[in-house]
């Protein structure tokens, strides 16, 4: 290989984050075509993981590493949120189990990559796709290692399980979730309920801190949050809450009735 291949690689090496995943185009666009790139393949540098994604040779990369490369390479909204991304943030450490997964969201009919979807990672992927939310709204931040990736914030991570919460024993977990979560932030809370648009998440939700009585409860605006008509039910046998028209699990020990 010709030393001025041999700096363009050294180069690249540099500007690519280590336990980050790389795609072809990444690479085409700082001038590396795909004949170079297979010489780089062939001589040891990089490692094929999927058709257009590769590794440094010998990495170590997980689910983050992929989703940086979505996030910044393919421009998805794909990002962990959930019981994830309160994981990741140190809210839900009694969560973790022995197999360890890894709850990924993403707007609605955002296609997943082959190569993604077909690896094998450190986690067992569970993949939502929801407009419940505006895709952007409500994330932050995250550093992994020696990179960043977009995450949900924890006002949003809750909303998020609580979506998914189809059992008795998923809205006890999202409600002991909520219950950990005193410090949340009155007026972002605000923005994300009054801009979601399912009725089940936003009674559940509120519900829960009223009942927990967190101190931001109270400066919540509810005459500005579209909360629906009507009774809903979320669970057979439970006990009835008058003031937001929900049946939840007594398990919740309401104290709203």
């Known amino acids: 290989m010709s030393l001025q291949n041999i700096s363009k690689i050294n180069q ?4 690519w984050p280590s336990g980050t995943i790389a795609l072809s185009q990444w690479f085409n666009d700082n001038e590396i075509s795909s004949q170079l790139l297979s010489k780089y393949k062939k ?19 997980d689910y983050t590493g992929a989703v940086y490369a979505m996030q910044n390479q393919l421009g998805l909204s ?27 969201y993403r707007k609605k009919d955002e296609k997943i990559p082959a190569w993604f979807k ?3 990672w450190d986690a067992c992927i569970e993949n939502f796709s929801s407009s419940f939310l505006p895709a952007e709204l409500g994330l932050v931040d995250l550093k992994v290692n020696n990179y960043d990736i977009k995450i949900s914030s924890p ?15 998923d809205m006890l977990m999202c409600y002991q979730l909520l219950e950990g979560l005193n410090n949340l932030n009155p007026g972002k809370v605000q923005n994300l309920l009054e801009n979601c648009s399912s009725i089940k998440v936003k009674r559940l939700f509120l519900f829960m801190a009223d009942d927990i009585g967190h101190a ?15 009774k809903r ?16 699990p007594k398990q ?6």
């Open 78 to 104: 794909i990002h962990p949120g959930g019981k994830t991304a309160l994981s990741l943030q140190g809210k839900a450490h009694y969560l973790e189990l022995k197999t360890k997964y890894a709850y990924l």
């Open 118 to 120: 077909n690896y094998k």
């Open 216 to 230: 931001w409860f109270k400066y919540i605006k509810m005459n500005n949050i579209d909360t629906g008509k009507g």
């Open 43 to 61: 001589s040891g540098w990089i490692e094929s993981i999927g058709s257009g994604a590769f590794k440094k040779a010998n990495d170590s990369v």
């Open 12 to 15: 690249i090496m540099q500007k």
């Open 155 to 169: 006002a949003r991570a809750i909303l998020e399980c609580l979506l998914h919460a189809s059992s008795d024993e």
């Open 233 to 248: 039910s979320f669970c057979k046998n439970g006990i009835y809450v008058d003031k937001y028209k929900i049946t939840v």
């Open 252 to 257: 919740l020990k309401a104290s709203n009735g």
